[in-house]
């Protein structure tokens, strides 16, 4: 009884702090997770553990320790929520995503795929924003756009050079993302209410931007697992499924117009 009262009250004090992965963090959740290293890990208890893993996990490399640390975030859940404390977040994120590296992530989360996961991330948003020089200034100036491509390609790789060799930190991360994000948007929706007279279809293209930018904020977020699946990340994904349809939609319209519009002059250097 004295036992359980000492870590009720380090759940109570933990639940207090204010941290990005305060689940992980959690006595309850470590001494879980050393003692089942301990009891589980080794001898006849791992021989046990490698003899009734599904295949598929071995394939995946999900090992012993990997499983202590999923089956004790469970334990330290239900604690939380038996004592009416909010669920907290373990390693980042409690999430299942969509795209490659992401689900490559969550199917294995390792340092790497980590990495991999949150880099891809940002080149998808600096590519956009390369695009959108392209389209803006490079049809009429296309040295403008190559050097402004060189210097997003610099950018990203100190950006990801930080992260890798200086420190890995989550907030800045999230603000990276966050701006280069304001500028992809306000960028493309100028260009759009500035074309809107003349090129109809960039209707398609401001929509896509207000909507990526409103679920985004799905991003910033932070509940617990809609039937401990769902998370405010997962939804994100699944959200910007059909919306990528309407911005192919845009492409194909602008470049036909492109196409037949003789007027716009393309200069080669």
């Given amino acids: 009884m004295a036992g359980r009262t000492t870590l009720l009250a380090l759940l109570a004090g933990a639940a207090?702090?204010?941290d990005a992965?305060?689940?992980d963090r959690e006595p309850v959740y470590r001494d879980c997770v050393l003692r089942c290293d301990e009891w589980n890990c080794s001898g006849a208890g791992l021989q046990h553990f490698r003899s009734h893993q599904p295949i598929y996990m071995s394939l995946a490399g999900w090992t012993c320790k990997d499983d202590c640390k999923y089956e004790c975030m469970w334990v330290t859940v239900g604690?939380?929520?038996r004592e009416g404390y909010k669920v907290p977040q373990f390693h980042g994120k409690v999430s299942l995503n969509a795209w490659f590296w992401s689900t490559v992530f969550h199917t294995r989360d390792?340092?790497?795929?980590?990495?991999?996961?949150y880099f891809c991330a940002s080149t998808v948003i600096l590519h956009s924003i390369y695009l959108c020089c392209v389209r803006t200034l490079g049809l009429q100036r296309p040295a403008v756009a190559s050097a402004f491509g060189g210097f997003l390609l610099l950018l990203l790789a100190a950006h990801i050079s930080y992260l890798s060799l200086v420190h890995f930190d989550y907030g800045y991360n999230m603000v990276a993302n966050v701006a280069m994000g304001l500028v992809n948007l306000v960028w493309w929706l100028g260009w759009c209410l500035w074309n809107q007279p003349r090129l109809p279809h960039v209707w398609?293209?401001?929509v896509v931007m207000?909507?990526?930018q409103g679920l985004a904020f799905l991003e910033l977020l932070d509940f617990p697992p809609i039937f401990w699946v769902l998370?405010?990340?997962?939804?994100?994904?699944?959200?910007?499924?059909?919306?990528h349809f309407l911005f192919f939609s845009f492409l194909m319209d602008d470049s036909l117009y492109l196409l037949k519009d003789i007027s716009v002059p393309l200069k080669m250097d």
């Fill in 16 to 18: 207090a702090l204010a």
């Fill in 21 to 23: 992965s305060q689940g």
């Fill in 79 to 81: 604690l939380y929520l």
């Fill in 110 to 117: 390792t340092s790497l795929t980590e990495k991999m996961d």
């Fill in 204 to 206: 398609k293209c401001a």
């Fill in 210 to 212: 207000l909507l990526l």
């Fill in 231 to 243: 998370d405010a990340h997962a939804i994100w994904h699944i959200s910007t499924i059909p919306i």
